[in-house]
């Protein structure tokens, strides 16, 4: 496919300028451009081709079964987009006064409100992503341990199935981190854990259910054993969708947490728009969040600086409109909607996994998600998790998150999300299977699938390698 | 040489031990793209990180086998990190000057493991 600058075409054009009934202005050469601007000038009819076949090569759940492990790729419903697109919402600006956009602000304290209703934790939205409400979060653990004059607290234990973000935002808030094995089910080696804490620890990172898909059932014990020796104890929210309004991170013990607005609450992510991961934390650390927060004073909405705030971490209030769009879903499904969103959630996934028995079998159910290793599959016919991902592509599904997490060799991992119908479950479990079957026929097929994409099998180990980060736009 | 059993080996080349990890662990990370070395002079420890590579599936921390001062690293695999993948045994990490062993086990030790 042509680059929008490989259509230009000298004299195309989508607008022509009105003509100019006001004398021309020299500007001072000092403010004048070097040299000449590339811009494609392309007609409108090709703009819109170009877009619109862009968006056909892609794929996003709008397109069809998107279960990408860990990714919550739930359907995002249109209400958000229309309620993120009214005008009291869009044609406001950052720096007006706080009594001009007051529904605005009451929107931030309500949605604040219902997140602490779903987690017991007390949160400011301006993180832009989870990640960066992990970063906060620990800005928050530091902080804390610094202001009881304890500065010996450096180190931060994380389980080897975390998701990477954890060991990554650890690393960028200046901390050491000290890596503990897992047990076989991905839970947390309690002996491992116990040795790893001591009088340096500033906390442990723990997502539950965890990276397999199962509910951390030692958790009391967990946060027994970090809390005794001092540090604490940090929820990583990707897995929230499997338990919210069921049961509250702050009841199994964790002190800080973030959400991802753009898994757990229907907001578009993957390239769909901005994320938003807002940082939560317990009353006895709420005075740490980043500001500002949103309050409620008499009748009125105020910005507000906690005292030992760890400052601003992003630009005003956060992605605002995302939370538009997370306040509608949570308004829409109500408190029962949420507690039912969530069970169907573990639901899917137990009935896909089940549908999946004959090819992979496991004992037990899962919350949200689960894993399936086909290392015996590649053992047997050298097809790979890879090769097995890829043949989906050619049946619109899109590939499970792969070879993550690392605990698990030739790792596929499901999360179907609460939105998908059975007839569709019943169509993926059908194709895996065919798939699986196929290996041991014409496993060749596959090394090379898929076949229908519009990008069939790109050399990843030569992107890696020799990555082509630059093109001349003039050249095309 | 010598193995460990998180899939690296150490081998003895006059004063000094070569380190680098296994075909087998080549093998399973797939191709490898990227290598993080330590520097000439930086202290490692038996059974902690000293490098990582990086494969297209996964970036996996590799534990040192010996207790030392590094005394020479291997820039070809940080220019060519496919070195690993065609011939682990002759694409040495570091060279160390060795300290104090960890825990190693040999050859046929390290072949019953992952059999």
Known sequence: MLTIYQRSKIGAKSFEAPFITVPKYALDDKYLGKEETILPSVSEIDIVRHYTKLSQNAFGVDNGFYPLGSCTMKYNPKLNEITASLDGFTSVHPLQEEKSVQGCLCLMYELSQQLKAITGMNFSLQPAAGAHGELAGLMIMKAYHESRNDFKRTKIIIPNSAHGTNPASAALAGMEIINIPSLDDGSVDIIALKNACGDDTAGFMLTNPNTLGLFEEKIMEINKIVHKCGGLMYYDGANLNAIMGIARPLDMGFDIMHINLHKTFSTPHGGGGPGSGPVGCADFLQQFLPSPIVIKENDNYIFHKPSKSIGKVKNFYGNFLVMVKAYTYILTLGAEGIVGAAQKAVLNANYLKEKLREIYYTKGSCMHEFVLSMQKVKEDTKVTALDIAKAMIDKNIHPPTMYFPAIVQEALMFEPTETESKTTLDNAAKVIIDIVKKAYVSADELHSAPKKAYITRPDETLAARNPKLRIDLAKG | ?115
């Open chain 2, 1 to 115: 040489m010598k193995f460990t059993s998180t899939h690296e080996w150490v081998k003895k080349e006059g004063n000094l031990s070569a380190v680098g990890i296994t075909e087998y662990a080549a093998g399973e990370l797939g191709d490898i793209v990227f290598v993080q070395l330590p520097e000439v002079g930086d202290n490692v420890v038996a059974g902690e990180a000293f490098a990582e590579v990086e494969s297209v599936k996964a970036v996996e921390s590799v534990l040192s086998p010996v207790t030392g001062i590094v005394k020479a690293i291997n820039e070809e695999i940080i220019d060519s990190p496919e070195l690993i993948n065609e011939d682990a045994y002759s694409a040495w990490f570091v060279k160390v000057q060795v300290e104090q062993e960890g825990e190693l086990i040999s050859q046929q030790e390290y072949l019953d493991l992952i059999k």
